[in-house]
């Protein structure tokens, strides 16, 4: 088999009458300044002492109170009447037409819930 020999132009040098002459670059001159300082200086600040912490009955009675404030309305993942809820919970999957079962009871609880039947 006969290698195909491909055929290379060489790129002659360039004519002297075809370069160009450019001038030198622009020089920049730097005109003599002071020295910059380039330290940065942070004010001092004294450390802030903390606050005094609340006494524990304070903290006790706020959180108390939280936790009264919240109803089973508004999270329906709070536990109630754990009999009620599992007779409404096996009343939602007859109705809805699934076997009430480990897998499926959570969501029989949840919809008992949003159907306000417990």
Same mark, same amino acid.
């Given at each position: 088999? $006969?290698? +195909?020999?491909?055929?290379?132009?060489?790129? /002659? #040098?360039? #004519?002297?009458?075809? =370069?160009?002459?450019?001038?030198?670059?622009?020089?920049?001159?730097?005109?003599?300044?002071? *020295?910059?300082?380039?330290?940065?200086?942070? /004010?001092? #600040?004294?450390?802030?002492?903390?606050?005094?912490? /609340?006494?524990?009955?304070?903290?006790?009675?706020?959180?108390?109170?939280? =936790?009264?404030?919240? +109803?089973?309305?508004?999270?329906?993942?709070? *536990?109630?009447? /754990?009999?009620? =809820?599992?007779? $409404? #919970?096996?009343?939602?999957a007859k109705e809805q037409g699934f076997d009430f079962n480990r897998g499926t009871s959570i969501g029989a609880r949840l919809m008992a819930r949003a159907q306000k039947k417990v």
């Amino acid at each position: 088999m $006969a290698r +195909s020999r491909s055929t290379r132009t060489e790129n /002659p #040098a360039p #004519a002297e009458s075809d =370069l160009q002459v450019t001038p030198e670059e622009a020089k920049i001159e730097v005109k003599s300044t002071a *020295p910059v300082d380039l330290e940065v200086e942070t /004010p001092s #600040a004294e450390p802030e002492k903390a606050s005094k912490a /609340p006494v524990p009955e304070k903290i006790q009675t706020d959180v108390r109170e939280k =936790l009264a404030k919240k +109803s089973t309305e508004e999270n329906v993942f709070v *536990p109630t009447n /754990p009999v009620a =809820l599992e007779k $409404a #919970a096996e009343s939602v999957a007859k109705e809805q037409g699934f076997d009430f079962n480990r897998g499926t009871s959570i969501g029989a609880r949840l919809m008992a819930r949003a159907q306000k039947k417990v």
